[in-house]
């Protein structure tokens, strides 16, 4: 039923899209040769948000992905009347196949990806009073969880030719209040593993990967989210594998796995490491799974690795598409990056090689012609939730006045307040189409570089 409305709404986008010969057979012949320069076609060429015809009309990709698999799993969970973690099969079901998946020893459900790294924190023994260090360029529920555990999040700045955290500058931030580094695997694309786990190990401080963008990223031919203490992964509704709103923990450590499903389950102990209410955990809440969400994890599982086989040949295409665009740099990777799991195609819009025409004009530019891409996220490090943390009570309690009074400078990130002005990206559904919508989202690019004049004075 499903796919029929999809090959309806399909149909007929192709129909409008048929409307428009003349810009067909421009696309078509750019198609061709999509490395070079299109040639302009006349009044055809004209930039949507100036009037002309928008190089793509078709819809974007389908997201979420679903079929009969999501309803059967979804009826028989509703008619088995176990819908709780402690009476049901999925969750464990799920914990299991997403720790073979990423060769974990342990796997942990949770909630949220913030709940999995909240959970993390305290198992790795975070407490109040610590300084956490943390990347700026981030969703900010990386820096909310360090926050909850009433420690400072000590920002180091941004690789800007990766967007990942600069691991070169970790060392110097760290003080005798550091307990733990949260590298973000962004975008799917690892951080500098090898130079993160090396000053670690140096100075003995914790591991959490935030790789809640990195479902199925791999560092020198292993998952990310194995390589640290834990591995933090979001299945929220935008991921790459989604069942709406869920999580989970990885660890190799029997002693995390245990502090983690305390953490998660109300001071529970994990089954087969004691039954002792409590034995692990010196705190604890609800941030359970439910047999819902594993239920559609299980089965969105059944497509994550050929929707990332197909996100991953898509995304280096069109990376090799944009790096031949002046003033358009995308994101590289580091050396021991073996797959990316590209949840974002990130790059730099240099406005300079747009007539100076400003992100803002030239994203809207791009949405007109029918490509969907987002500005990312701004200065973390200077939003004004941390400052109100900090002049709260307890950080005034807990930290000397000094080291408050010196956060903001010792934290500011010249390199990323940069990027958060040039960065774009185009996020995985934008990677599951066919590889022509590559060759139009080039292509709308190269046409407003053609008109960029125009844009920059309308
Ligand atoms: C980098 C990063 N960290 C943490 C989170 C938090 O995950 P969730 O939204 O599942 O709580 C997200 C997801 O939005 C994220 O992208």
Same mark, same amino acid.
């Given at each position: 039923? /499903?796919? =029929?409305?999809?090959?309806? =709404?399909?149909?007929?986008?192709?129909?409008?899209? *048929?409307?428009?010969?003349?810009?067909?057979?421009?696309?078509?012949?750019?198609?061709?040769?999509?490395?070079?320069?299109?040639?302009?076609?006349?009044?055809?060429?004209?930039?949507?948000?100036?009037? *002309?015809?928008?190089?793509?009309?078709?819809?974007?990709? %389908?997201?979420?992905?679903?079929?009969?698999?999501?309803?059967? @799993?979804? #009826?028989?969970?509703?008619?088995?009347?176990?819908?709780?973690?402690?009476?049901?099969?999925?969750?464990?079901?799920?914990?299991?196949?997403?720790?073979?998946?990423?060769?974990?020893?342990?796997?942990?459900?949770?909630?949220?990806?913030?709940?999995?790294?909240?959970?993390?924190?305290?198992?790795?023994?975070?407490?109040?009073?610590?300084?956490?260090?943390?990347?700026?360029?981030?969703?900010?529920?990386?820096?909310?969880?360090?926050?909850?555990?009433?420690?400072?999040?000590?920002?180091?700045?941004?690789?800007?030719?990766?967007? =990942?955290?600069?691991?070169? /500058?970790?060392?110097?931030?760290?003080?005798?209040?550091?307990?733990?580094?949260?590298?973000?695997?962004?975008?799917?694309?690892?951080?500098?593993?090898?130079?993160?786990?090396?000053?670690?190990?140096?100075?003995?401080?914790?591991?959490?990967?935030?790789?809640?963008?990195?479902?199925?990223?791999?560092?020198? *031919?292993? /998952?990310?989210?194995?390589?640290?203490?834990?591995?933090?992964?979001?299945?929220?509704?935008?991921?790459?594998?989604?069942?709406?709103?869920?999580?989970?923990?990885?660890?190799?450590?029997?002693?995390?796995?245990?502090?983690?499903?305390?953490?998660?389950?109300?001071?529970?102990? %994990?089954?087969?490491?004691?039954?002792?209410?409590?034995?692990?955990?010196?705190?604890?809440?609800?941030?359970?799974?439910?047999?819902?969400?594993?239920?559609?994890?299980?089965? +969105?599982?059944?497509?994550?690795?050929?929707?990332? +086989?197909? %996100?991953?040949?898509?995304?280096?295409?069109?990376?090799?598409?944009?790096?031949?665009?002046?003033?358009? #740099?995308?994101?590289?990777?580091?050396?021991?990056?073996?797959?990316? @799991?590209?949840? #974002?195609?990130?790059?730099?819009?240099?406005?300079?090689?747009?007539?100076?025409?400003?992100?803002?004009?030239?994203?809207?530019?791009?949405?007109?012609?029918?490509?969907?891409?987002?500005?990312?996220?701004?200065?973390?490090? =200077? +939003?004004?939730?941390?400052?109100?943390?900090?002049?709260?009570?307890?950080?005034?309690? #807990?930290?000397?006045?000094?080291?408050?009074?010196?956060?903001?400078?010792?934290?500011?990130?010249?390199?990323?307040?940069?990027?958060?002005?040039?960065?774009?990206?185009?996020?995985?559904?934008?990677?599951?189409?066919?590889?022509?919508?590559?060759?139009?989202?080039?292509?709308?690019?190269?046409?407003?570089?053609?008109?960029? *004049?125009?844009?920059?004075?309308?």
């Amino acid at each position: 039923m /499903k796919q =029929q409305i999809n090959r309806r =709404q399909f149909l007929g986008a192709t129909a409008i899209a *048929g409307a428009g010969v003349s810009v067909s057979l421009a696309r078509a012949a750019q198609a061709q040769s999509p490395g070079a320069p299109a040639p302009a076609t006349g009044a055809d060429d004209k930039p949507a948000l100036l009037g *002309g015809p928008p190089v793509r009309s078709r819809p974007a990709h %389908r997201w979420p992905v679903f079929d009969e698999r999501e309803d059967q @799993a979804m #009826l028989e969970t509703i008619h088995s009347g176990k819908w709780f973690r402690g009476s049901g099969k999925n969750v464990v079901a799920f914990e299991q196949t997403w720790s073979r998946a990423t060769g974990a020893k342990y796997c942990t459900a949770t909630n949220s990806g913030t709940s999995a790294l909240f959970a993390s924190l305290a198992a790795v023994g975070v407490a109040a009073g610590d300084e956490v260090i943390v990347a700026p360029y981030t969703f900010i529920a990386t820096v909310n969880v360090i926050l909850l555990h009433h420690a400072l999040p000590i920002f180091v700045d941004t690789d800007p030719e990766t967007m =990942q955290i600069d691991a070169g /500058k970790i060392e110097a931030a760290i003080t005798d209040r550091t307990s733990a580094i949260i590298p973000v695997h962004l975008g799917g694309s690892p951080a500098n593993l090898d130079a993160i786990l090396a000053v670690a190990n140096k100075h003995k401080l914790a591991v959490v990967e935030d790789a809640c963008q990195a479902h199925l990223a791999e560092w020198r *031919g292993r /998952k990310v989210g194995t390589w640290g203490d834990t591995g933090c992964f979001s299945f929220q509704a935008s991921k790459n594998l989604n069942c709406g709103d869920g999580g989970a923990v990885l660890t190799n450590s029997d002693e995390w796995a245990d502090k983690v499903y305390s953490f998660h389950n109300n001071c529970r102990a %994990r089954q087969g490491s004691g039954n002792a209410f409590g034995s692990k955990s010196s705190r604890g809440g609800n941030f359970r799974m439910t047999e819902f969400q594993a239920a559609i994890l299980l089965a +969105q599982l059944t497509r994550l690795e050929a929707q990332t +086989q197909t %996100r991953h040949q898509n995304a280096e295409y069109l990376r090799s598409l944009l790096k031949d665009i002046p003033g358009i #740099l995308p994101s590289r990777m580091y050396d021991g990056c073996t797959r990316n @799991a590209y949840h #974002l195609v990130m790059y730099r819009y240099q406005k300079e090689h747009f007539a100076g025409m400003p992100r803002k004009r030239f994203l809207e530019a791009l949405k007109a012609e029918g490509v969907d891409c987002n500005p990312g996220y701004g200065r973390l490090n =200077q +939003q004004p939730f941390i400052k109100n943390s900090l002049a709260s009570r307890s950080w005034q309690r #807990l930290f000397p006045a000094e080291t408050l009074a010196g956060w903001a400078e010792r934290t500011a990130c010249p390199v990323n307040d940069q990027l958060s002005e040039e960065a774009a990206w185009f996020t995985q559904t934008t990677l599951l189409g066919p590889r022509s919508d590559m060759d139009e989202i080039a292509g709308a690019i190269r046409k407003l570089q053609r008109h960029a *004049g125009d844009l920059a004075k309308a």
